[in-house]
């Protein structure tokens, strides 16, 4: 198992400063045209955003913590096709997870599915634990998302984060913040992490003004995709094709430093 890093000590003031917001209440927002997208900096870059939006946005707590722990373990087949589709930019692509709330212990498989118009669409079972997948139906869930068996994929990349969620005083989107990602290679045996990248993501109804936005202008931090499981993917194991991620690589590594809030 990965252990997880700790976050900032100066984190946890400034989200006790904010208002929470319930899992109960999150439930009643719906974004039914929704839009996400990606930003990637560093942990003191993120404190400054922290520090100038809170006042517009509530916190999710749930049993008095603001701070979520996840773990996720990504499934591919062996020759990695899920991996090469997304390095190859193939559409539509798929992506097979089972992830862990760790403070309530609970686990889904997930499907998610990005088709040719670039839409992402999700679908997910309850489990009772990463590796009870069969007992819970899993192979009947993926034959009918995926046309797969549970027997024609393995576990490849594990990783273990910390998650802040916030919602905005009009209730018209959700920020995801993870923090203190690492990575463990299922197949190869090697980790690594990344404590100091702050992965934002910005889901909202349609394109409607957004108050991180201005903030995130202001400092130059521009949006940039990061899939957790192509990245874990490409540092961990040295045998896959990745010419197409070394750019992308390069751009999170310079972002993570404490004297480059963009590029």
Same mark, same amino acid.
């Given at each position: 198992m990965v252990e997880s890093g700790a976050y900032s000590l100066q984190l946890l003031p400034l989200l006790e400063q904010m208002q929470p917001?319930?899992?109960?209440?999150?439930?009643?927002?719906?974004?039914?045209n929704r839009t996400d997208?990606?930003?990637?900096?560093?942990?003191?870059?993120?404190?400054?955003?922290?520090e100038r939006i809170r006042a517009a946005y509530y916190v999710q707590e749930i049993d008095r913590l603001r701070v979520a722990d996840y773990q996720t373990i990504y499934w591919d087949l062996p020759d990695h096709r899920f991996y090469a589709m997304h390095h190859n930019g193939k559409y539509p692509r798929q992506k097979v997870r089972v992830r862990t709330y760790c403070d309530s212990?609970?686990?889904?498989?997930?499907?998610?599915?990005?088709?040719?118009?670039?839409?992402?669409?999700?679908?997910?079972?309850?489990?009772?634990?990463?590796?009870? /997948?069969t007992e819970a139906g899993g192979d009947?869930? *993926?034959k009918e998302? !995926?046309? #797969? @068996?549970?027997?024609? %994929?393995?576990?490849?990349?594990?990783?273990?984060?910390?998650?802040?969620? /916030?919602?905005?005083?009009?209730?018209?989107?959700? *920020?995801?913040?993870? !923090?203190? #990602? @690492?990575?463990?290679? %299922?197949?190869?045996?090697?980790?690594?992490?990344?404590?100091?990248?702050?992965?934002?993501?910005?889901?909202?109804?349609?394109?409607?003004?957004?108050?991180?936005?201005?903030?995130?202008?202001? %400092?130059?931090?521009r949006p940039l995709g990061f899939s957790k499981y192509c990245v874990g993917s490409v540092l961990t194991n040295g045998t896959l094709k990745k010419n197409?991620?070394?750019?992308?690589?390069?751009?999170?590594?310079?972002?993570?430093?404490?004297?480059?809030?963009?590029?």
């Open positions: 917001i319930t899992l109960d209440q999150m439930h009643s927002i719906r974004l039914m997208t990606k930003f990637v900096t560093n942990l003191q870059c993120f404190l400054q955003i922290l212990d609970i686990s889904f498989l997930e499907v998610k599915q990005k088709n040719n118009r670039r839409r992402t669409n999700k679908v997910r079972m309850m489990v009772p634990a990463p590796d009870r /997948l009947s869930f *993926l998302h !995926l046309r #797969l @068996r549970l027997s024609d %994929l393995q576990p490849v990349v594990m990783n273990r984060f910390h998650r802040v969620t /916030l919602v905005n005083k009009e209730k018209t989107e959700r *920020l995801t913040v993870d !923090l203190d #990602l @690492r990575f463990r290679n %299922l197949e190869t045996g090697e980790e690594t992490d990344m404590d100091n990248l702050v992965i934002i993501e910005l889901k909202r109804d349609g394109y409607v003004a957004s108050p991180i936005l201005s903030v995130l202008r202001d %400092l130059r931090v197409r991620f070394k750019r992308r690589i390069h751009d999170i590594r310079k972002r993570m430093q404490t004297n480059n809030y963009s590029l």
